[in-house]
């Protein structure tokens, strides 16, 4: 791997921890603030909601400025959310704000790596910047639980600026504080990525015109044999992982009688479980090999169902381990196959802005199901029985989509296969 990569890869960690750090605070503020379950439940809708408005126009943002800067520029809206949240302005709307950053910051971070490693990597590097993220993943619910726990909180809530009053009370907010300077250290990286050398494609002036462009950029990514498979796949995979996160704790809290701190860490066994499946598969996988996996998100959405069957911590543990696996092998080979046919077929920002729409409004509409129907009265374990429906019903119809594929388009699609098989050797 080129040494830029690493430093893609340290400036990705940093802001994906903070990410999943602020997440638990901003659920840990609602909750201390009296606010609805609905409205806890509503946090990861609110997070996705830029990136669906906006994808029209990041995706050809982040083609048009060196993607190093786009990343920096993101992680300042990031900032700019967190304060938001500290001084006043309701956490669904400060978070949404957070959620616009990642929104902006999620087309560079991805496109990047097409254009500075060879297809012949991007199942490899892609192993790498999947398997980063979910361990900061861990890293950022551990410790966003710990910044709001009895033992770190009193030591920051008792920490005080002179003459300034910072009107800091509550735990969550001193978590947040903290986090601000996770988001500057990941901005710091930025600042250290290297120009690839990529020309960059110039805005238009009328940035309306790229609402046609974006929708002919979706229309000609599902209508590829293969690109429609992995986005299918990929989207189906994130729109329920997303929202997972945080039924992981409503389940936690309901079954076994955790607070958040206790939960969050629950939500990182399953993110361990995913970053080894994601490592599994870079190393066993090659990019014509991706539509192989696709069973594995049946055997996914069967085993959320069975969550609502455990009640001991020491038997859910490597339930959600194994749980978290099957998730993260099944994800990395097929974004690596969507990455490549977008790449091909449009541009690096472009296809992975068409790929953060679908995912994202995905996770959307699903998280505004659970938000909805928490407040008519669902259950955790009503809830985690839809997702795990839904999972494995929607794989079972993408794996027979991909099948008829293959019988009917059978020239195109081994044609498309042998491309992505030339490419890793020749790459």
Request: glycine share 10%; proline share 4%; hydrophobic share 55%.
């Amino acid at each position: 791997m080129k040494r830029g990569f690493f430093t893609i890869m340290s400036a990705q960690f940093f802001s994906s921890l903070a990410d999943n750090a602020l997440f638990v605070a901003a659920v840990q503020l609602l909750r201390s603030s009296g606010a609805p379950e609905w409205q806890q439940a509503a946090l990861v809708p609110m997070f996705a909601l830029f990136y669906v408005v906006l994808a029209p126009f990041v995706g050809a943002f982040a083609d048009a400025y060196p993607k190093g800067k786009v990343m920096l520029m993101s992680n300042g809206i990031k900032v700019a959310g967190c304060l938001m949240m500290l001084f006043g302005t309701h956490p669904l709307m400060a978070y949404g704000i957070v959620g616009l950053g990642a929104a902006a910051y999620s087309p560079a971070k991805y496109g990047i790596l097409t254009e500075l490693l060879p297809a012949s990597q991007l199942v490899r590097a892609n192993g790498w910047i999947e398997g980063l993220t979910i361990s900061s993943i861990i890293l950022g619910v551990l410790l966003g639980g710990q910044l709001i726990g009895p033992n770190i909180s009193a030591h920051l809530l008792a920490f005080d600026f002179p003459v300034i009053d910072t009107g800091i009370d509550t735990p969550p907010e001193a978590a947040i504080c903290i986090l601000i300077f996770v988001y500057v250290l990941a901005a710091w990286f930025n600042t250290r990525i290297p120009h690839t050398g990529v020309a960059m494609r110039i805005l238009p002036r009328n940035m309306l015109t790229l609402l046609p462009d974006f929708w002919h950029c979706n229309i000609r990514l599902w209508n590829d044999r293969l690109g429609q498979i992995s986005l299918a796949t990929t989207t189906l995979f994130w729109g329920v992982s997303g929202n997972l996160r945080y039924i992981v704790l409503a389940w936690a809290a309901v079954a076994l009688g955790y607070t958040v701190t206790q939960a969050s860490a629950l939500v990182g066994v399953v993110a361990i479980g995913t970053a080894v499946g994601a490592v599994a598969a870079s190393l066993r996988m090659r990019l014509d090999q991706a539509t192989l996996v696709m069973p594995l998100g049946i055997g996914m959405g069967l085993l959320v169902i069975f969550l609502n069957f455990i009640t001991n911590v020491w038997v859910a543990a490597p339930f959600l381990i194994l749980l978290g696996g099957l998730g993260g092998f099944l994800v990395v080979p097929m974004n690596a196959l969507l990455q490549h046919r977008g790449h091909n077929l449009m541009g690096a920002g472009r296809s992975i802005a068409v790929q953060n729409f679908n995912e994202q409004a995905c996770i959307l509409g699903l998280g505004g199901f659970y938000s909805l129907s928490t407040g008519l009265g669902l259950s955790a374990f009503g809830a985690i029985t839809v997702f795990g429906v839904v999972v494995a019903g929607f794989m079972w119809v993408i794996k027979r989509w991909h099948a008829g594929n293959c019988i009917n388009h059978r020239t195109e699609v081994e044609h498309l296969l042998e491309i992505a098989r030339s490419d890793n050797q020749h790459g």
